[in-house]
């Protein structure tokens, strides 16, 4: 009796340790972590987990009963201070074997669907799918479409149900395409392609990273993927399609009478057009500060070899700088006069542009969407 109240009383005294631990573990609820592959979202995320699944179902039940055995060894055979020196032995060549094959028959049980896994994510996708070159720069992504003539930068739009066929490359160091929730990593190299291919299951915007060291700011070389509904793909690929460098022009129509008329008018209505002075002031400042050498501002058919990142649609994308800021007017303003502060090392420089004219820019670049 009185051992029973000294043991409950031994689990009230922990028991706020074990509230604390619960609460702690709660903490680790992969809601909180945008960029986990334990909930894969594709038909490649989802061979990875499962051999990790597997990997740690074989753990835990060589966990049990080696931890089992010797916590029973110490309790069943503890010695008392009057027990005579046991029977010393060297060597049992039975136990040896034991001991020996049976992690080699665990680790072949592990190896066999790994090897599987292996096999499986390296298969040629199949002729549908769709086509995307991965380029890899210091530090940034560029996405090419061949199929549909498109460029894109730091936003991978990829449509739900489709496998997308990844081809990848890079101009400068090695980089790791990683997009969690959807595949594992990949590395690009200098002149040598390397493929990956998955099939997205859910629309929404998902985090992905570079996961190879590659400079200075290998830390801040993210990127997005947009899964979308093919409706919504389709209609996403048909507006970049439209876009030009001036989108404000397709209403305007002030010089260029090649312009048609294009989502441009969709445009105009968010953001400042020809008539705005910033919009106009920001036009002029984009060509004179030589943004133009660096940066394409066409989607469709746009120059291969840009060293910055295409800004067709930088006005819509949800981030800067590869992940790095927020895609604000706030933000875009503050990279625009002083990229080096924000991502120090980075290609673009110190154009010493002034506040002013950094208003302006943002006010042009917003239109860009
Ligand atoms: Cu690119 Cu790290």
Redesign the pocket.
């Known amino acids: 009796m009185l051992l029973r109240t000294a043991s409950i009383r031994r689990v009230r005294r922990l028991a706020p340790l074990f509230c604390a631990i619960a609460l702690v573990l709660a903490g680790c609820s992969p809601d909180h972590y945008a960029q986990t592959a334990l909930r894969p979202i594709s038909d490649f995320g989802r061979i990875g987990d499962d051999i990790q699944t597997t990997t740690l179902k074989w753990a835990i039940v060589v966990f049990v009963l080696v931890e089992g055995a010797l916590l029973y060894a110490i309790f069943r055979f503890r010695g008392k201070p009057t027990d005579p020196e046991p029977s010393q032995v060297h060597g049992n060549t039975t136990i040896e074997i034991v001991w020996t094959v049976i992690p080699a028959l665990i680790l072949a049980a592990i190896a066999v669907p790994t090897v599987r896994g292996i096999f499986q994510t390296n298969i040629t996708p199949a002729a549908d799918a769709l086509e995307v070159q991965v380029i ?1 720069h ?2 940034w992504w560029e996405f090419r479409y061949p199929t549909l003539n498109l460029t894109t930068a730091n936003e991978l739009h990829i449509p739900v149900g489709q496998t997308v066929s990844l081809k990848m490359g890079t101009v400068d ?1 090695v ?2 395409f990683w997009p969690p929730r959807f595949a594992g990593k990949r590395d690009l190299f200098p002149n040598r392609e390397t493929r990956l291919w998955f099939k997205a299951e859910e629309a929404g915007e998902y985090p992905g990273q ?6 200075i700011q ?1 830390a801040r ?1 993210a990127f997005r993927v947009r899964a979308q509904s093919p409706e919504e793909f389709q209609a996403w690929a048909a507006h970049m399609q439209s876009l030009r460098a001036n989108p404000a022009a397709a209403v305007a129509a002030p010089k260029d009478s090649v312009q048609t008329v294009s989502a441009g008018a969709t445009v105009q209505a968010q953001a400042a057009g020809p008539d705005d002075p910033q919009y106009a002031a920001g036009e002029k400042l984009f060509q004179a500060k030589g943004c133009v050498a660096c940066h394409s501002l066409n989607a469709f058919d746009a120059p291969k070899g840009m060293i910055g990142p295409n800004l067709a649609n930088v006005g819509d994308r949800s981030y800067i700088g590869a992940g790095t800021l927020k895609n604000t007017d706030e933000n875009l303003a503050r990279w625009i006069e002083n990229p080096q502060l924000i991502k120090q090392g980075v290609l673009m420089p110190n154009l010493g542009v002034t506040p002013e004219d950094a208003k302006a820019l943002v006010a042009y670049l917003r239109a860009h969407q």
């Open positions: 890899g210091q530090w160091v980089h790791s570079c996961a190879e060291f590659c400079g290998h070389m």
